[in-house]
């Protein structure tokens, strides 16, 4: 029995939630009008302080004026480069940093005003896995006190047997066995320590889960392994996702729709397959040219077709007027540093950022790069 074929039966002993039958969801060819909204943000900003006067703070502008709707059993992906403000955006939606503008709704309800129950329970259905697993780790816990601790707050054993066989049965699913349940977190490599972190956040039965990069610590023939798990995973239990990723590659694998993210900002957002066969931004357009293809003939044969961005990346402190993008754009225009471009649907749920994508500017759709 292969490692997936062994995963696949332990998904298929979890217990089945309502709605999340695996036929009744293929998210890829239904429209967004199709599904519930899990999660919604309208006008989300994050900044950070970092000095100056009362009267002119300075702050860096992580996330700014961001329009994202997750709905029920997809995997939205979140993709940019360094720096972008992936992460925060991902933190902000589950409220590890508090935002500092503009409205998160989880199931129609604000998580920052439930209390008592509402706010276990949201706490219980919502989950991350971090980018980096051995600072999310405490190294003077073990494996069994990190997976058992969710397990505990939440009452979901009711006695140690049952918790111990929890703990087991997660461990068991990640790749991992319960031989290693008490050891501690100095003692794995790197992609152990991230299977442990899926292991914990899996463990209280999660609804929506931010993916930080979750394979990017994984040696690459365990990644496609952990990516088919959590596909498995979602479609057996109803899980959402927010996958925060480099790998452009891999998201094409695992996600339904993608949006991309520039200095803070939605500069895109489509299903995975438009975004892939019909970008449309020219920052789009750049990232998915810098793919590396595994054959040097054909890497050598499109090297001359490859966008290169020019220019330096602005500061998210002071930001150019106008498009972020402006800067680093072969097509911009005067409007460009004038006019902050809006999000706005070119039609199919296509939702593009740029003026060049606009008629009313006298441009043809997908006429620049």
């Not at 050891?183 to 889960?209: C, D, K, M, N, T």
């Not at 695992?254 to 939605?266: E, F, H, K, N, Q």
């Not at 970008?279 to 990232?287: G, I, K, V």
Request: aromatic share 6%.
């Amino acid at each position: 029995m292969t490692a997936d074929e062994k995963n696949r039966k332990m998904v298929d002993s979890l217990p089945q939630t309502a709605g999340s039958n695996a036929d009744s969801r293929k998210l890829k060819s239904q429209t967004p009008g199709d599904h519930k909204v899990l999660l919604c943000t309208e006008h989300l900003v994050k900044e950070f302080p970092i000095g100056g006067t009362k009267k002119n703070p300075l702050v860096v502008h992580a996330v700014s004026d961001v329009n994202l709707e997750i709905y029920e059993g997809e995997t939205l992906a979140l993709v940019g480069e360094s720096g972008c403000g992936k992460t925060t955006c991902g933190r902000t939606c589950i409220g590890l940093y508090s935002r500092t503008d503009g409205e998160v709704l989880f199931k129609g309800k604000d998580p920052q005003k439930l209390t008592g129950k509402e706010k276990q329970n949201y706490k219980k259905s919502v989950q991350m896995v971090f980018q980096d697993p051995y600072g999310s780790l405490d190294p003077r816990m073990t494996v069994a006190e990190i997976i058992g601790e969710g397990i505990d707050i939440h009452h979901l054993a009711k006695n140690k047997k049952e918790r111990n066989e929890r703990i087991y049965h997660y461990l068991e699913l990640v790749g991992l066995n319960r031989e290693h349940a008490n050891r501690f977190v100095h003692e794995f490599s790197g992609g152990q320590r991230q299977r442990i972190g899926i292991a914990r956040a899996l463990a209280v039965e999660p609804e929506f889960l931010v993916l930080d990069e979750p394979i990017s610590a994984l040696d690459v023939s365990i990644q496609a392994q952990i990516v088919n798990l959590l596909i498995d995973l979602q479609k057996r239990m109803g899980l959402t996702y927010l996958f925060v990723a480099h790998d452009l590659s891999m998201v094409k694998h695992i996600s339904d729709r993608v949006a991309v993210l520039y200095l803070g900002t939605l500069v895109e957002l489509t299903t995975s397959e438009e975004l892939y066969a019909n970008p449309q931004h020219p920052y789009t357009r750049a990232l998915l040219s810098a793919i590396p293809i595994p054959d040097p003939k054909i890497e050598q044969e499109r090297d001359a077709k490859k966008i290169r961005l020019e220019g330096e990346v602005p500061s998210p402190i002071n930001s150019p007027a106008g498009c972020k993008f402006q800067g680093r754009c072969k097509c911009a225009m005067p409007i460009c540093r004038q006019e902050m471009p809006k999000l706005r649907d070119i039609g199919g749920g296509h939702f593009v950022a740029c003026h060049i994508c606009d008629p009313s500017n006298g441009c043809e759709t997908g006429k620049c790069v």
